[in-house]
């Protein structure tokens, strides 16, 4: 059976995206896609391998997208200035993609996810090399923005913020008080 026209890779995601980021990972269906796209599910299985071959292109859609930001945000800036960019940027991310962002989390031993998630920690790595860090310093670091950022995203994404004070505001002093424990670890301190 030949693929049907106009119907490619990216046209499956983008379709895809939508519905993840509008009801969950956890509403994304073959049959659910299909009639978004008005086909038969059958005709999917030309463009992906199934149901988990789609949450794994979404997973990796969504490493690659959050890299591409990650990296606009960065560019030109340096130090705190940076680090408060990425994190900017990483929670804007999620709260723009919060279906694509979770698929990115559903396989994390898959090689081609690793993959596109060592971009993601190669790019953290650079930004964090201002700070001077011994190496094992610096893969702690990464860890750690990474948790902080994925922390505050995951409790926002759940509506656990419920105070009348801004998220924006603490997720700032989040991301300030991480950077007075990066600058003591770092071989020169600034």
Known sequence: MSPRVGLDQQTILHAATEIVNEQGIEAITLALLAKKLNI?????????DGLEGLKKNL?????????????KSAVGRSGNDAIHALSQAYIGYVRNNPGVYEASLLIPQ???????????VDLSLAVLAHFQLKEEDALHAV????????????????????????????????VDSYLVGINTFSEDPK
């Open 59 to 71: 997973a990796i859609y969504g490493l690659d997208q959050l890299y591409e930001v990650l990296t």
């Open 40 to 48: 038969r599910p059958p005709s999917l299985y030309n463009h992906i």
């Open 143 to 174: 860890r750690g923005l990474r948790s902080i950022l994925h922390g505050f995203a995951s409790l926002e994404q759940k509506g656990s913020f419920g105070l009348p004070i801004s998220i924006d505001i603490s997720l700032n002093r989040l």
């Open 110 to 120: 898959d090689p081609d996810i690793q993959n596109a998630g060592k971009k993601i």
